[in-house]
């Protein structure tokens, strides 16, 4: 699904929302739409998770479809965790973590996300968009101006990477004070048996 919604080469515009919509109400809804989509959402909804975090997750996809520039912080961690904190509540259970171990999966997801953020500044840019809090920016920052090679406008986003990074760390920290929740790898394994 995040694939429709960033990779032109699935389709026109207008085939990937179509594909889009139809593996969104198998996900939510079941159905023989998509018997991949929605064998998914089946088996989430029997672990516990609960309909609003897969509505959470497929919103998110959807507000990322297009050019964007996320004004503060507060907005770049809705969207981690609308795209990432919320694979954490969906992986969960499928761990054999318990419901108190939530959190921390939730905190691992969204730093990661804001891993990404930092190592992926460039390639978004080329899409039309920018997950470095403009707040952190100058006034006059330009993404174009980035993409172009400017060496100030490089620099200024080099700063806000910075930024991202460590409160990508802050979301670290808080997973692993819970990884003691997490089940080992080899009972990870054994359960996916």
């Known amino acids: 699904m995040d694939d429709l919604v960033d990779e032109p080469m699935q ?3 207008e085939e990937r929302w179509m ?10 809804l079941g159905g023989k739409s998509c018997a991949r989509s929605s064998q998914v959402g089946e088996m989430l909804r029997s672990q516990g998770v609960s309909q609003s975090v897969l509505a959470s997750f497929l919103d998110a996809l959807e507000d990322d479809a297009g050019p964007r520039h996320l004004q503060s912080l507060e907005k ?13 509540q969906m992986m969960r259970p499928l761990i054999g973590a318990p419901g108190t171990a939530e959190r921390f999966a939730v905190a691992l997801g969204m730093a990661m996300q804001l891993t990404n953020i930092a190592r992926d500044v460039l390639e978004d840019a080329q899409r039309g968009r920018c ?3 403009a707040e952190w920016l100058p006034p006059n920052w330009c993404m174009q101006s980035m993409l172009q090679g400017d060496v100030q406008a490089r620099q200024q986003a080099f700063v806000a990477v910075q930024q991202i990074l460590v409160e990508a760390k802050s979301w670290y920290a808080l997973a692993e004070t819970g990884f003691a929740t997490f ?3 080899t009972a990870v394994r054994f359960a996916w048996r």
């Open 131 to 133: 997950y470095l809090p």
């Open 76 to 88: 770049v961690l809705e969207f981690a965790y609308g795209v990432a904190g919320t694979v954490g």
């Open 19 to 28: 594909a889009f919509e139809i593996h969104r109400q198998a996900f939510l």
């Open 11 to 13: 389709g026109s515009e």
């Open 183 to 185: 089940p080992s790898p």
